[in-house]
């Protein structure tokens, strides 16, 4: 049972490249997050899904965009990277309405 | 908008002291409360959650709980640190399907 996946696990962009973060889980959940952690900061949440065919702004959107492909798929895009994204990225997902948040091992992109 | 604050951004203990992490939080609705600890180089891990009935709640390691409603508080406790305690530690809201974290306190233990 591998959870929540994530890839790549490291990446390093030039400025304005583009790329996706994919996060797959196993486990049948209809929540999924993407967030962000920097030191200080915390984890803030960029974007979720709470089922299949719908998504919704986090905390902190402006430079992202999601996919919800299906219910196992949700992936995370950034169209013109900058600099100020660079950071450790999070997916997790998340069954009933009552569980917690189950995480991936995290991408840590850096953008130069 | 649901919001969370931590207040204590580096705490600093010796072992066998009682600790104390305060987190609040600002939501409209039913809220469901977690801490997450994340040590060194991982990813997060659940400590403790809340849902509803009693508002003491216990999770592992010996960590505990309160949710006291009126203050829109849920903090974390641990009678006696140890040394394996060091890490940071969050507090997350969960209101409707959103959840958001605190910005986290690190916390060292001295052996």
């Known amino acids: 049972n591998a959870g929540v996946t994530q890839t790549p696990k490291f990446q390093v962009l030039k400025t304005g490249q583009s790329m996706t973060l994919q996060c797959a889980q196993d486990?049948?959940?209809?929540?999924m997050y993407w967030y962000r952690q920097d030191p200080g900061m915390g984890l803030r949440l960029i974007y979720y899904?709470?089922?299949?065919?719908?998504?919704d702004k986090g905390e902190v959107p402006n430079g992202y965009n999601v996919s919800r492909l299906n219910k196992r798929e949700f992936s995370l895009r950034l169209e013109s990277a900058a600099p100020s994204q660079t950071s450790v990225y999070f997916c997790?997902?998340?069954?009933?309405?009552?569980?917690?948040?189950?995480f991936g091992n995290g991408t840590r992109l850096t953008v130069t | 908008a649901q919001s969370v604050s931590q207040h204590n951004h580096h705490v600093i203990l010796s072992e066998a002291a009682s600790l104390e992490l305060g987190c609040n939080y600002s939501?409209?609705?039913?809220?469901?409360l977690f801490w997450y600890v994340q040590y060194p180089g991982q990813h997060l891990q659940l400590l403790l959650k809340?849902?509803?009935?009693?508002?003491l709640v216990k999770g592992i390691k010996g960590f505990e709980a309160e949710f006291i409603k009126s203050k829109f508080s849920f903090n974390l406790r641990k009678p006696s640190v140890q040394w394996s305690d060091t890490a940071e530690y969050f507090c997350?809201?969960?209101?409707?399907?959103?959840?958001?974290f605190g910005k986290g306190t690190r916390l060292h233990i001295l052996p």
């Open positions: 997350a809201v969960k209101g409707g399907d959103k959840i958001i």
């Open positions: 899904s709470a089922s299949e065919g719908t998504t």
């Open positions: 809340y849902f509803s009935g009693d508002p």
């Open positions: 486990m049948n959940h209809n929540s």
């Open positions: 939501y409209g609705g039913t809220v469901n």
């Open positions: 997790a997902s998340s069954g009933r309405a009552n569980s917690p948040l189950h």
